[in-house]
């Protein structure tokens, strides 16, 4: 194990914990949300920008940064923290997911996936090792073990034979990957939404030993009764002074009750894809800034955020910049979204030190199913009607 990459327990609320996860690029507080990096960069935003979100980890992933510009380039300009001037920690994906989800011509076998790139056509192979070496060049302080994402749905038969391979990826990733003070190797759980093969795939990796532990599969499909009901056994089985990742989620409320259930660490491309399209995360649930009901509207996104976006506009502009196709607009909307993850993690972790987690949870539950407060009338049609 890495000796200087440890998690710290702060506080307990029910199955929730408040913690700090020590890297060598700095401490992540927990639970924490991880806006994602894909190719190098959090698209629309600086890293400054960012930064000023409140966010002190992201991600990024090994299936894009092998493509482009290419593992061996980005080590030769100084790894991922001066390719993208991020000097905190950084976690990256495997890029097994991503050979699943966006390439065709896979031939997947006990040794690797080999595949064509969506970028150019070029065909690659991808092993366990070859990942491990791939996240070594990247200079990431958490390395994800290269892994099959199981399709969903999935019979028993399909996710265990899928969950095995993973298992056996594992230890072949464990064995790769090269042990330095601050950084860390997490394994992830798979076995679809099966209790039994879950259980023997935290078996699996425990019995190998990570410095963490993702809980892969879910927010594929299943929806959110059966994703709590699979952390509900899953997150147990899983070490208590390890931190716990659940990859790909999610949703504000998604994100809540995992929480509730002893997790420490998310990830999404929710709220940045969300931001480009015009999709705002406020405290009173999503809205729609394209729609004509904000074109008058002086009141910010969100009237208890800080960000530049509310801080400084009114609704009405950011209404005409997406209406007018002006880039701003995504980079505004992205900015907003982001510092609302932050603040919502900022609040579990607050209300968890405080013993207060199952009042503050109910309170964003009950401002969320309010709904968005519609503007008064707008003035200039009323004049309108008036003549």
Known sequence: MSSAFRFETLARDGGARRGRVLTAHGPVETPAFMPVGTAGTVKAMTADAVRATGARIILGNTYHLMLRPGAERVAQ?????????WPGPILTDSGGFQVMSLTDLRKLNEDG????????GSYHHLTPERSMQIQDQLDADITMCFDECTPFPATHEQAAD????????????????????????????QGGVHEDLRAESAAALTGIGFDGYAIGGLAVGEGQEEMFRVLDFTAPMLPDDRPRYLMGVGRPLDIVGAVRRGVDMFDCVM?????????AFTRRGTLNIRNARHAHDERPLDEDCGCPACARHARGYLH???????????????????????????????????????AHAAALEAAMAQGDIEARPDPLATKETKR
């Open 77 to 85: 300009l100084g790894g991922l923290h001066r390719f993208a001037d």
């Open 113 to 120: 996936v080999t595949f064509r790139s969506h970028v150019d």
């Open 162 to 189: 899928s969950m095995r391979l993973s298992m056996r990826w594992a230890a072949r990733c464990r064995t790769a990957f090269r042990d330095r003070p601050g950084y860390g190797l997490f394994g992830i759980v």
């Open 271 to 279: 709220p940045t894809r969300s931001g480009r399209t015009g999709q």
């Open 320 to 358: 005409h910049l997406f209406r007018a196709n002006e880039m701003l607009g995504p980079m505004l909307l992205t900015w907003h979204n982001l510092h609302y993850y932050q603040d919502l993690m900022a609040g579990l972790r607050a209300a968890i030190e405080a013993g207060g987690l199952e």
